[in-house]
């Protein structure tokens, strides 16, 4: 590392006493760059063993890497927790301004533990750290309102962001979230559940500091060719244009987009929520994380009349993607677009991860269908698909519960499923509710064996689309490739850049860029760094009760076409049965 980087600095804060201490923990970084990589080895040596994720000892962990600040799309902050969702390994990424404002801070780290008597939030700069009375932001309804305030009252220096919960996490929902600058969040695995239960309500971070590197004028040429890479990229250019949302066309044709559950993988009223007429009709404006020149963040505007003037409109900007579009869309049977902002706009209100909610909303509608639940058990609410109100009412009482079936919903699928049935439809793998991917047995395997269960830890759906529909590939085969994809994307984490920048950053570039930094690492040295993560991941689930043995697998799965044909046991079993030896 460069010499005096502040990188190394680790922020240590005690809600309980109210207290700080800064430790340099360049050992860490050293070894292991940053981001989830020292994210890991922090939660490994700071999270008691069995311990309830709720409880005041129960650690939140924050980590940026060495290119934060420092080159294009490294934008990301990993948290890392242990889950009040699956009980084991909880990681989430969020981007906007959250990790350049940690680095701005000078801290490389930061580990929060203990828990607070009365709502607080915490604002921190370079060296201090106040704990402020946040009772009367606690129980708002929208959590937005809560982040303005802190806004307002906060004066900051620099570069600042804020980061708060909404009513979901306040009432522990396990699937809660943490939201960033309004439209960027740590989302999945439920991170804002552990804000509530620490009666942490958000937090502002902001400062000033500068970083070094070690030869100006290498570090600009390489900026100039990653920032030119970016902006000139095909794949980029369409995340600009019309964001992720490109790909529900495809996926809806293709057999591989979930629709009601599962039932279906293909919906024909799709056109009018595709990324494409979405951006034509509704778009508002497109917004990026911090140091990123692709801006692949889109917001459409909502206009709705007033209950009391239907001549006098509000305007709400409401940001969506593909994941929002299949989870609070398709996924429940929703395909008009004004019906579909409103839902995500509640969902993003309450402060849920729309993912799981839009899983949970679908599972629950099935439930109903088969009259394995009844109105009484939804608080009144009678549902059907694309029925976009009762969802909102469902959402409301789901995140505050009302009934016990709702609070067992309130844990998710898995949970609730083991309670009142339905476990052959309850769509959630490792215990969290699965991303809008139906492409075929990898893309299973990938949910299945990353080590935090979603889409984004090994893209096995991208080996469905670009080999499986085409080649023979054996089930050992897939779990190799999709093993070597997550130590590839530990690298990526631990330097904390998007992944939607892994088509750039291969590991000879990512070891040019932190030489830069003071990080003399080659390729091979990188891969087996990133190995030596993901492993470290495993040892904590395994270490939390996770086995390969225990994973439930719907049998819906098997049931719906998809752009292989169908999905096989027998693979999925010989794909598990081979990790075993490798992970377990
Ligand atoms: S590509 Fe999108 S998510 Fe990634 S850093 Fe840029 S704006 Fe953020």
Do not use: F, K, L, P
């Given at each position: 590392m460069i010499e005096n980087d502040t990188l190394s600095k680790v922020l240590y804060i005690d809600l309980t006493k109210k207290k700080f201490q800064i430790k340099d923990r360049k050992d860490l970084f050293e070894k292991y760059l940053g981001g989830t990589g020292v994210a890991t080895q922090l939660l490994l040596e700071e999270c008691p063993k069995g311990i309830d994720p709720f409880a005041p000892e129960s650690p939140i962990i924050f980590a940026v890497g060495p290119l934060t600040g420092a080159f294009p799309l490294a934008s990301k902050t990993s948290a890392m927790f242990k889950s009040p969702h699956t009980g084991d390994l909880g990681e989430s990424h969020a981007g906007g301004r959250s990790a350049i404002a940690i680095r701005m801070a000078g801290y490389g780290a930061i580990v929060i533990k203990g828990k607070s008597e009365i709502p607080i939030y915490l604002s921190i700069t370079s060296g201090k750290v106040q704990f402020k009375n946040a009772t009367t932001l606690w129980g708002m309804k929208d959590g937005s309102i809560a982040a303005k305030v802190m806004r307002q009252t906060e004066k900051g220096e620099g570069l600042r962001a804020i980061f708060r919960i909404g009513q979901a996490g306040e009432n522990l929902a396990t699937f809660a979230n943490v939201t960033t600058e309004t439209y960027r969040h740590f989302g999945r695995m439920g991170l804002g559940a552990i804000f509530g239960s620490k009666m942490l309500k958000g937090i502002v971070i902001s400062g000033k500091q500068a970083i070094e590197v070690s030869n100006k004028k290498e570090y600009r040429a390489l900026y100039d060719k990653i920032y030119d890479m970016a902006t000139e990229s095909p794949l980029m250019k369409k995340y600009h244009d019309v964001g992720t949302a490109i790909n529900i066309k495809s996926l809806n044709s293709a057999n591989a987009l979930p629709v009601k559950n599962l039932q279906q993988?293909?919906?024909?009223?799709i056109e009018a929520v595709t990324g494409e007429e979405i951006a034509k009709h509704h778009l508002a404006r497109r917004v990026a994380c911090a140091h990123c020149p692709v801006a692949c963040i889109h917001l459409a505007y909502l206009r709705e009349p007033y209950d009391d003037d239907p001549y006098f409109y509000k305007t709400t900007p409401v940001c969506y993607d593909f994941e929002l579009i299949y989870a609070l869309g398709t996924m429940v049977g929703i395909t008009e677009p004004k019906a579909m902002l409103k839902l995500i706009d509640i969902v993003e209100q309450v402060g849920v991860d729309a993912m799981s909610m839009g899983v949970i909303l679908s599972w629950i509608t099935e439930m109903f269908e088969k009259n394995l639940i009844t109105k009484d058990d939804l608080n009144g609410i009678s549902i059907s698909w694309g029925d976009a109100e009762g969802y909102i009412k469902l959402v409301k009482n789901v995140t505050k519960p009302t009934t016990d079936f709702l609070k067992a919903c309130s844990s998710g699928v898995s949970h609730a499923s083991s309670i009142y049935g339905g476990k052959e439809f309850a769509m959630s793998f490792g215990k969290n509710e699965m991303a809008g991917y139906h492409t075929g047995p990898a893309g299973y395997l990938g949910f299945l064996l990353g080590a935090r269960h979603s889409h984004l830890d090994n893209g096995g759906y991208s080996i469905d689309q670009k080999e499986l529909v085409n080649t023979e590939v054996t089930p050992k085969e897939v779990v190799d490739k999709l093993l070597e994809e997550e130590a590839i994307r530990q690298i990526l984490s631990s330097i904390a850049v998007c992944f939607f920048a892994r088509g750039i950053y291969d590991l000879k570039l990512v070891s040019e860029a932190i030489k830069l930094l003071g990080f003399d690492m080659d390729d091979k040295k990188l891969f087996e760094i990133g190995k030596q993560i993901h492993l470290k991941k495993y040892q904590f689930k395994i270490r939390e009760g996770f086995s390969i043995d225990k994973l439930e697998i719907p049998e819906r799965i098997y049931e719906t076409n998809d752009p292989t044909g169908k999905i096989t046991k027998e693979f999925i079993n010989e794909g598990l049965d081979y990790a075993k030896n490798l992970i377990n």
């Open positions: 993988s293909s919906i024909d009223t």
